[in-house]
């Protein structure tokens, strides 16, 4: 495994296992708000393996999530329990195809906005031409690494989520 994906996990697990201590949750109910299996939490809280993105979006949303923040090889997640339902039963409550819907388009909408091409993202994320395609258009579920090379792709240095809608920054 490379250098950049190991860290982002290192980062991914560290996060994640202090804020579930942070709520009292165990992992087996980390698990069951975000429908996945325990050895699931378990194996991202040891930074053994990557997730899906919808995973990764089930899993900070049962921690009350509400925002991510982007830097070199690192995601430091956002919380506000003061108005954060724990966990976020709104964003659970959204078909995973829908989540992806909306995030391909948010991403496609930033892309343009920037003028930059496919051809142009794919160069700088280092992905495949198809997969950043594919993942624009909500017919792909991406792991949350080649998530975090698309949105670095696009300068997002902030990630919001408000209403189940995602604002980049």
């Keep these: 495994m490379d250098y950049k994906r190991q860290t982002y996990l290192d980062t991914l697990a560290d996060e994640l296992k202090t804020r579930r201590k942070f709520c009292g949750f165990s992992r087996e109910e980390v698990a069951f708000y975000a429908t996945l299996h325990p050895n699931t939490i378990s194996v991202i809280e040891r930074a053994e393996r990557d997730v899906s993105i919808l995973s990764l979006i089930k899993i900070v949303s049962a921690?009350?999530?509400?925002?991510?923040?982007?830097?070199?090889?690192?995601?430091?997640?956002?919380?506000?329990?003061?108005?954060?339902?724990?966990?976020?039963?709104?964003?659970?409550?959204?078909?995973?195809?829908?989540?992806?819907?909306?995030?391909?388009?948010?991403?496609?909408?930033?892309?343009e906005s920037l003028s930059m091409t496919l051809e142009d993202m794919a160069g700088v994320s280092g992905l495949h031409l198809n997969t950043v395609w594919n993942s624009e258009r909500g017919l792909v579920v991406a792991d949350g690494y080649s998530?975090?090379?698309?949105?670095?792709?696009?300068?997002?240095?902030?990630l919001l989520e408000d209403g189940g809608t995602l604002l980049f920054k």
């Excluded at 039963?89 to 959204?94: E, H, V």
């Design 147 to 158: 998530m975090y090379r698309i949105y670095q792709s696009l300068n997002v240095s902030e």
């Design 63 to 111: 921690l009350g999530c509400c925002g991510l923040k982007i830097d070199q090889g690192q995601y430091h997640i956002t919380f506000t329990d003061s108005f954060v339902e724990i966990p976020r039963r709104d964003l659970l409550s959204i078909r995973d195809s829908e989540l992806i819907r909306r995030i391909g388009e948010t991403v496609r909408a930033r892309r």
